[in-house]
């Protein structure tokens, strides 16, 4: 969304990345270069993704982990990162220079997770604005903010003393490892550039885009660079699903007036008995509801499910089936989380790991949603928590939608070339 809007700006834009992506380019009207930034890769459901031994195992040692519990499940993810958060920098760091020697840009946006992209451009002295996909936390600033713990937790989910220290300490670890890294990489191949305090908060001195919405309890932000709240990155125009999922969602409207959308990402989708909890919970509590249900590689595991008021599919167009459904169930993502304020639907918040504590504290503190426990979650509790979001008032989910609306894609595009002139 950003670079076409970007385009729409007058800008001549090369999106580079995986040649897995390079349909996103074609979709966004713009040029398209291969880019490998990393050994890790996801192309929509995770267990599908054609991946290399080692990170087939890491995914389902992740996936076991959120069976435990939060902190067994940040315990991994931390414990992971130490292996895939700077693949191959040297490698990164010729192919951008490469890159720019046949095809000099005036600044580049990188993922602020893409951290070997990240480091090549500060080593090479390039303009660069930092796009941040998850949560504003994700940049931390305060000496106690670390990468990996979240800087609150909603209600439902309260982590005791002694694994928090043991997660804090895991996380710390991390973040001098990580810089240390940066450290003597920017030693050997850039000494004249400065050394970043810490890793994590390495990001454009310039701009940083923010796929979130400005909430005023959000932490604060590493001084320096402007900041760009994107609110959203969905369409500004109209969004149709398609006539297969126009005819599902009339169908299940005849079999209940109400309609709930149930997707846990492209990797949370594998867990089977939370999906499954799930929608029985809303079948059995809400008999007026009908539940779109996006079950990614347990699609056969769940077919049972489908009837009249059931749709199981592998996947499905959530932005635009958001604009048709009364209520979402998500796992925190920041994409779901934004799309659902675009789109004024409330959500049930499931998180299981990375940043979505956080997301799922601020749907909480926003009155945009409620948020269960995922390690301890029973059908009825599910249950009775879509039916409390589908009978509550929406006063104020509608001020954030519009709030939120004013910002979008467009106004992001704008702010940034502007900041980037």
């Known amino acids: 969304?950003?670079?076409?809007?970007l385009r729409a700006e007058g800008a001549e834009v090369t999106f580079a990345c995986a040649e897995a992506?390079?349909?996103l380019a074609e979709t966004a009207g713009v040029a398209f270069t291969p880019l490998r930034v990393g050994r890790n890769a996801n192309t929509g459901i995770a267990r599908r993704t054609v991946q290399a031994d080692a990170e087939a195992r890491r995914l389902e040692e992740f996936l076991e982990a959120t069976r435990a519990g939060a902190v067994p499940a940040l315990l991994v993810q931390a414990r992971?990162?130490?292996?895939?958060?700077?693949?191959?920098?040297?490698?990164?760091?010729a192919e951008l220079r490469a890159l720019h020697a046949r095809h000099p840009a005036d600044w580049y946006v990188v993922d602020q997770l893409s951290y070997a992209v990240t480091l090549a451009l500060h080593c090479l002295d390039l303009p660069y604005a930092t796009f941040c996909p998850g949560h504003p936390s994700y940049l931390?600033?305060?000496?106690g903010a670390l990468f990996g713990v979240p800087y609150a937790w909603p209600q439902a989910v309260r982590p005791a003393a002694a694994e928090l220290r043991t997660l804090r300490g895991e996380a710390q670890a991390n973040d001098l490892s990580f810089t240390s890294l940066f450290s003597r990489f920017i030693a050997r191949h850039a000494p004249h550039r400065p050394v970043p305090r810490r890793a994590f908060a390495l990001?454009?001195?310039?701009a940083v885009v923010l796929n979130y919405p400005r909430l005023d309890w959000l932490p604060p932000r590493p001084e320096g660079p402007a900041y760009v709240f994107t609110g959203h990155l969905t369409p500004t125009g109209s969004l149709g699903p398609g006539p297969l999922w126009n005819s599902e969602v009339v169908r299940l409207r005849q079999a209940g007036r109400r309609l709930v959308l149930v997707a846990l990402g492209t990797f949370l989708s594998a867990r089977r008995d939370v999906l499954e909890s799930v929608t029985r919970?809303?079948?059995?509590e809400c008999p007026d509801t009908s539940v779109i249900l996006?079950?990614?590689?347990?699609t056969e595991s769940l077919s049972g499910l489908a009837g009249p008021r059931v749709a199981v599919a592998a996947t499905v167009p959530q932005q635009?089936?958001?604009?048709?459904?009364?209520?979402?169930?998500?796992?925190?993502g920041n994409n779901s989380f934004t799309e659902c304020l675009a789109a004024g639907v409330p959500a049930l918040v499931l998180p299981f790991s990375s940043d979505q504590f956080s997301v799922a504290h601020d749907a909480e503190r926003s009155g945009a949603g409620l948020c269960l426990d995922s390690h301890q979650l029973d059908s009825q509790r599910a249950g009775q928590a879509v039916s409390a979001l589908l009978n509550a008032p929406r006063h104020g989910l509608e001020e954030l939608r519009r709030h939120v609306r004013l910002q979008g894609p467009r106004q992001a595009a704008r702010k940034l070339t502007a900041l980037m002139a």
């Not at 992971?80 to 760091?93: C, F, Q, T």
């Not at 931390?140 to 000496?143: K, L, Q």
């Not at 635009?320 to 925190?332: E, F, K, N, P, Y």
């Open 21 to 23: 992506f390079a349909h």
């Open 1 to 5: 969304m950003l670079a076409g809007e």
């Open 294 to 298: 996006a079950a990614g590689d347990q």
């Open 203 to 206: 990001c454009s001195p310039h």
């Open 80 to 93: 992971h990162r130490r292996a895939d958060m700077l693949a191959e920098p040297e490698r990164v760091l």
């Open 281 to 284: 919970g809303i079948l059995a």
């Open 320 to 332: 635009a089936l958001l604009r048709r459904v009364d209520a979402m169930v998500h796992h925190g």
């Open 140 to 143: 931390p600033a305060e000496p």
